[in-house]
Structure formats: C-alpha cells, structure tokens
C-alpha cells in the first residue's frame, strides 16, 4: 500500500507561482507513472501533468509552458511548478501515482488563483 500526501496549494494571485509536492510513503519499484489531476466541484477530474518511470512527460494543452512535472526518485517525491497561474487554474490538485498493479491517490491539496 502506497501513500500519497500533497502539500504547497495556496491562495496566489493571477500571474503568481506555486510548487505543489507529492510525498509518497514508500519507494515504488513497479511504477509505471506519476502525475497530478485537478477537479472543481461538480466537474470531472482531468489530467494536468504527467511523467512516467521512464521521465517522459506529458501536459494538459491548458498547462504548456507554464507548469512544469517533475519526481525525485532518491525522495520519493514528486513536484508541480506552477508559473503564470490564472484564475481558471483554481480547482482541488490530486497526485496519482500508478503502478503495474494498483492505482493510488492523494487527498488533494487547493489552489486558489485570484483575479
């Protein structure tokens, strides 16, 4: 069983940065991705970012160029540098993290751009 705790959402101010963390609780040696999604009540959950055991990375088209995945291995950690935040990148930032067998989920952490 992996978990997964997300830290660094905040209230920013449209144009602003923030780095949203991922812990996971163990080292996973079947990984096949890692990435964060993001929801706003009433909405579905969509990808935002992804990267895989190999390093390849992939964005929603709403996030290129501004936010940017990245995972420490030797930590177990996995980040999500967010620049030039607009409002409409408000919304509950989940990590996921997918292995050969199983699935699993962060809690969320929110974002909160403000105009």
């Known amino acids: 069983q992996v978990q997964l705790v997300e830290s660094g959402g905040g209230l920013v101010q449209a144009g602003g940065s923030l780095r949203l963390s991922c812990a996971a609780s163990?080292?996973?040696?079947?990984?096949?991705?890692m990435g964060w999604y993001r929801q706003n009540e009433g909405k579905q959950r969509d990808l935002v970012a992804s990267?895989?055991?190999?390093?390849?990375?992939n964005y929603a088209d709403s996030v290129k160029g501004r936010f940017t995945v990245s995972r420490d291995n030797a930590k177990n950690m996995m980040y999500l540098q967010m620049n030039s935040l607009k409002p409409e990148d408000t919304a509950v930032y989940y990590c996921?993290?997918?292995?050969?067998?199983?699935?699993?989920w962060g809690q969320g952490t929110q974002v909160t751009v403000s105009s």
């Open positions: 990267i895989t055991s190999g390093g390849t990375t």
């Open positions: 163990t080292r996973v040696f079947s990984l096949v991705a």
């Open positions: 996921y993290l997918e292995t050969r067998r199983a699935d699993y």
